[in-house]
């Protein structure tokens, strides 16, 4: 599967954000998909995941009650709703595809997982 992600900018503190994720070449459906994020200097790191038919979720808490997560399989999207951002969410965000559960998105070793899309940068600066 071809994943793309897009949507990120500059914004504000405060303001809001949904980044986008296509994916191609596959049946989505069938994949958890996620959101990591990473700053320079450092890995990726777990923000959120979905299983495939959109019934479970996982999130870390530093993004919970203010980012949601959700996927559209008829357009084969996934969505990273993002509010009341502040600037230590300033990162590049990445989608990423797995067969895993959500749950094994939280605790698996970035590296690991095969299918990414490229970075989105979201940068939240007054």
């Known amino acids: 599967v071809q994943l793309q992600a897009s949507g990120g900018g500059l914004v504000q503190p405060g303001d809001s954000l949904r980044l986008s994720c296509a994916a191609s070449?596959?049946?989505?459906?069938?994949?958890?998909m996620g959101w990591f994020r990473q700053v320079p200097g450092k890995g990726r790191k777990f923000v959120v995941a979905?299983?495939?038919?959109?019934?479970?979720?996982s999130y870390t808490d530093f993004v919970t009650g203010r980012f949601t997560i959700s996927r559209d399989n008829a357009e084969n999207t996934a969505y990273l709703q993002m509010n009341s951002l502040k600037p230590e969410d300033t990162a590049a965000y990445y989608c990423?595809?797995?067969?895993?559960?959500?749950?094994?998105?939280?605790?698996?070793?970035?590296?690991?997982?095969?299918?990414w899309g490229q970075g989105t940068l979201v940068t939240v600066s007054s």
């Open positions: 990423a595809a797995s067969y895993g559960t959500p749950q094994y998105m939280t605790s698996v070793p970035w590296r690991n997982l095969y299918y």
């Open positions: 070449g596959g049946t989505f459906s069938r994949y958890t």
């Open positions: 979905i299983s495939g038919d959109g019934g479970t979720t």
